[in-house]
């Protein structure tokens, strides 16, 4: 089992800024891609953004140029920086991660989402 906790998410004014947190653990052999979708009220989870390391990044239109995802190889953690957050932004962020587990990846593929946390911004 990888398990996957996130950490950051509140409430903020509009212009503000959050940083999300995934840090990601368990018999973990290596990680393709970890990434943040979201769920606004009432509409489908859609992509927010994902890497699979080093500067390979993609974002969807409506947040380049304010959010910016990074991630840790050290600690198994990927980041979301949002900034200028807009009250469309509002929603529930999850994070997901892909790779393989168990020694020198024999235990297969896993493709793990974290429980979510809640993003709000509002005056």
């Known amino acids: 089992q990888v398990q996957l906790v996130e950490s950051g998410g509140g409430l903020v004014q509009p212009g503000g800024s959050l940083r999300l947190s995934c840090a990601a653990s368990?018999?973990?052999?290596?990680?393709?891609?970890m990434g943040w979708y979201r769920q606004r009220l009432g509409k489908p989870r859609e992509l927010v953004a994902v890497?699979?390391?080093?500067?390979?990044?993609n974002y969807a239109d409506s947040v380049k140029g304010r959010f910016t995802i990074s991630r840790d190889n050290t600690k198994n953690t990927v980041y979301l920086q949002m900034n200028s957050l807009k009250a469309e932004d509002t929603a529930e962020y999850y994070c997901?991660?892909?790779?393989?587990?168990?020694?020198?990846?024999?235990?297969?593929?896993?493709?793990?989402w974290g429980q979510g946390t809640q993003v709000t911004v509002s005056s």
């Open positions: 890497t699979s390391g080093g500067d390979s990044a």
């Open positions: 368990g018999s973990i052999f290596s990680l393709y891609a």
């Open positions: 997901n991660a892909r790779g393989s587990r168990g020694r020198f990846g024999t235990l297969g593929d896993f493709d793990s």
